[in-house]
């Protein structure tokens, strides 16, 4: 099995739009939210691990 199979379905179908589909505009749009949200939790896992 593929490692994106024990993704949630809504990353696989973001993840296939933005390879197959999505505007250049749009992209940089997912990006900046996907990187917030990724920094975000992070600094949240970092603050429950000390």
């Given at each position: 099995m593929?490692?994106?199979?024990?993704?949630?379905?809504s990353?696989?179908?973001?993840?296939?739009?933005?390879?197959?589909?999505?505007?250049?505009?749009?992209?940089?749009?997912?990006?900046?939210?996907?990187?917030?949200?990724?920094k975000?939790?992070?600094?949240?896992?970092?603050?429950?691990?000390?």
């Open positions: 593929r490692e994106s199979e024990y993704l949630p379905k990353i696989r179908k973001a993840y296939r739009y933005i390879k197959q589909e999505a505007p250049k505009k749009q992209l940089l749009e997912i990006k900046k939210l996907i990187d917030y949200a990724i975000r939790r992070e600094s949240i896992l970092d603050k429950s691990t000390r």
